[in-house]
């Protein structure tokens, strides 16, 4: 059976949910986990209960926070030949550590899949391209480890995951030399869940009208715990800024729930949320093509609809 | 400095994007190309380092099939100095890629001091290239680039991570530098421009020439597949003041019982 | 030789002036029309691309395009605002006569300036009581020593409001028409230049127009234009030029009327399916092919025999005619397909529809045209 490890992010005691998604899905194989860098009990505890038979955690010089290559080396010398399969989250870190870690073992690695499975100990994924406009299976070949990331909120987590022993183990890693090091991090204005990363979404375009009716959005969001994103047209407006912007040219999301508010559903935003698993539509256009792929539209104007939806939400979840 | 800029030819945002007959990639032959969209941030931004230092020079490389240079033709005519073609196939995985560019940028005979590219090509949506280039190369690399300042090649750049928080990151030359939205405004090819960038040279290599085999191939992709329509879903209409209270407490109740999702 | 294809350099040309049309004037035209208002800060962004002022040779520090690129760069232009547009192709309407009856002293100095910083030039033939009928100038032009003294009315002058240099069309004789027609370049800061309100129009509305009143306006002798009396053949070889032009921009707006047109139809769902499933949708956007097509055909053959040093004005003006009555109709059209959402401002093809109606009447009627045409071929009968 193919050894496979799972990269995860800690931050204390709290692990990202895409790692528990990732585990769910592998739940049958032996896989073990390496984090970077301190992390708490309760984070073992966590990975255990989702299946993790080891939880490594690699410590050392320079690795209390994030660094490509000190990262990238550290997992380099702990993966040695050890692993057939390397998984992690498509999060920001991943993404940006993933390639070179890969790139260290001459290895392929397949980016961003939204769903996966195991013949044997042969890895097929699927994942969307064309900002998911088509999906394609994605196979690796040649030198192991093979390298895969995994698009939050694809898998879902798993309903009754399957326990694993989650056996602590510290190990003493080197950085190694450390070229590109952070100096500071600068917090963003929203402590808000990143776009990619939601699991609720309030989306606002054209219709909003100005970057103050955004309020509006954010009340809801509030309520829900979702993160805010806006279409292209409100964001060449002046009305979001581009951080914001869902779509080809900004970013693709897939949460499961996608609240689209005065947005008509051009091509390109309809290639950034697609896949989301769930899309509310409010538009007072009945035959606006967001409807088309909504599972609840709205027609309805959004300034009247949101308040109500709002105070219908809070209500339900107090 | 010797200022490198990667960039790829990517089917347009608006194109309409099919698989061809066999799914073994998507249908090309109607395709409109544009320069990848997050290579523009890279093109400016090597142009304006350039124009920060005197005596530089801009290179720009592309991996990509020949039907159509109109992306490297795009950056000559920006300002860039000297094009490198690699030709290839459509659809070359990262690893053959980052490959490519590794060997056009040796072949070039001249040493990087940094090297920009975008974050991620639009159409495979991989984000590897940049940090295996960087990996292949032995240097530093530091991707999603929202900001950056240079001082006597010493590079202080914002990240973009989640939440729009920044990661403050200090590195000197030479280095990978991947770009994001944000980063800068690209100029347009002037007109005058476009003139001149056809005396312009242009280098043409094949993967032979920079060092890339078949067996260099990593990922296989096959099914190229449009992604299952929705079933049609559920329209009320509350455009009349008295029912919206009734159909908005009805797609909450379908959000919580049927959709399971708050 | 027959050949359709565009070069390299144009198809390159054209994709540059289109990403300006569609990133840089889209996104405000509908804004700077509703403000009617002047668009200087994208008008001076396309001056420094290189998009205005194409009449101008190498020689004088123009680019050096030729009549077929300056279509190209026209009808992308005109796809992304036709009232910017306007702005933009007026420059070269009012320098034309410069390029194409001054001397080399009178090209250096007053055609070398506008490659250097942009400003804007307006052309000053139409007046209050004379339309089509230019010949029938009232406007004077006087001599007074080594300077020429300039009275009288201009009508529906765009830029006037921001000229910077006027070429003015005037009489020594009322009573010869034509034959005492006389062009002279004005600089705009000269006394004596009054400057009407700006005009409130359906269309267009971002460009100035306004009324220019001359009152006993000196100018130096050396402004005159290839000599006194010789106004008219300057005035008609600049149409041969400007119609095509026109005609051009007539082509951009239509071709984007059609676009947003095949798009919506793409989208919008009527009995069940897309409106572009519904046959007479489909004629309606087959026919906008077709005859936009056929105009812009026409259009780069005038450009054609320009370049070939053999201007045809029954050519010109068959671009003109075919391709302002195409465009009109086109987005009419387009307003039709997009239905009660077409007549609100909510979509571009209500304005499209407002700005197709100038190009049938500035630049000589549809029905001008039609004369012109007809004087050729009857003359050859």
Partial sequence: MAKVLVFAEANGDTVKSVTFEILGKLAGHDVDVAVVGDMGGNAVADLAKFGAANVHNLKGDNLDKYSPEGYANALKDFIGSNYDYVFAGATSLAKDLMPRLSGMFDAGMASEVTNFAFDGDNFAGTRPLFAGKVLAKVELQGPKPHFVTVRPNALGLPENPTAGAGASNDVAASAGEIRAAIKEIIKGASEKLDLTEANIIVSGGRAMKSAENFKVLEELAEVLGATVGASRAAVDSGYAPHAMQVGQTGKTVSPSLYIACGISGAIQHLAGMRTSKVIVAINTDPDAPIFTKADYGIVGDLFTIVPILKEEISKILS | MNIFVCIKQVPDTETKVTPNGDGSYIETSSIKWIMNPYDEFAVEQALLTKAANSGSTVTVVRVGGVKDTEALRTALAMGADEAILVESGDNLDSYMTAKALKGAIEKSGKTPDVIFTGKQAIDDDCLQVPQLLAQMLGLPSVSVVVECAEDGGKFTLKREVEGGALEVYEVNSPAVIACNKGLNTPRYASLPGIMKAKRKPLAQHSLADVGVADSDARVKYSNFQLPPEKPAGKKFDAMDEANQASVVAEVVKLLREEAKVI | ?381
């Fill in chain 3, 1 to 381: 030789m027959i050949n359709f294809e565009l070069s390299t350099e144009q198809k390159e040309i054209y994709e540059m002036a289109m990403k300006f049309a569609k990133n840089e004037m889209m996104p405000k035209a509908m804004e700077y029309d509703e403000k009617a208002q002047m668009p200087m800060e994208i008008l001076q962004k396309a001056w420094e691309l290189g998009l205005v002022n194409t009449c101008i040779p190498a020689v004088y520090g123009g680019a050096g395009f030729s009549t077929q690129d300056a279509m190209i760069i026209t009808e992308a232009l005109a796809y992304g605002c036709l009232g910017m547009n306007t702005a933009i192709m007026a420059n070269d309407l009012a320098l034309l006569p410069i390029v194409i009856g001054g001397s080399d002293e009178q090209k250096k100095r007053f055609l070398t300036p506008f490659t250097e910083s942009y400003k804007i030039a307006a052309f000053c033939l139409t007046e209050p009581g004379n339309g089509s009928d230019a010949a029938g100038i009232k406007t004077t032009i006087k001599e007074d020593g080594d300077h020429y003294i300039v009275n009288g009315n201009k009508m529906w002058i765009t830029n006037a409001g921001y000229a910077d240099l006027f070429v003015v069309y005037g009489t020594n004789d009322p009573s010869q028409k034509h034959k005492g027609i006389t062009a002279i370049v004005i600089d705009g800061k000269t006394e004596g230049i009054e400057l009407g309100e700006k005009e409130n129009k359906m269309g267009h509305r971002c460009s100035d127009t306004r009324a220019v009143t001359f009152n006993n306006v000196r100018v130096p002798k050396e402004n005159i234009l290839g000599g006194v009396g010789e106004g008219w053949k300057i005035a008609m070889k600049t149409l041969n030029h400007s119609r095509p032009m026109v005609a051009s921009s007539a082509v951009g707006g239509a071709q984007c009327a059609m676009d947003h047109a095949v798009k919506y139809a793409g989208e919008r769902i009527q009995f069940g399916v897309p409106l572009a499933k519904h046959q007479a949708i489909q004629m309606m956007i087959a026919d906008m092919g077709i005859e936009i097509e056929a105009a812009r055909l026409l259009v780069q053959k005038a450009a054609w025999y320009l370049d070939q040093g053999k201007p045809n004005p029954e050519v010109s003006s068959y671009s003109k005619a075919k391709a302002a009555d195409m465009f009109m109709d086109v987005a009419s059209d387009a307003v039709q397909i997009f239905g009660g959402y077409g007549y609100s401002k909510e979509y571009p093809v209500e304005k499209l529809m407002r700005d197709a109606k100038l190009i049938q009447i500035y630049e000589g009627t549809s029905q001008i045209q039609r004369l012109v045409i007809a004087k050729e071929i009857f003359s050859r009968s």
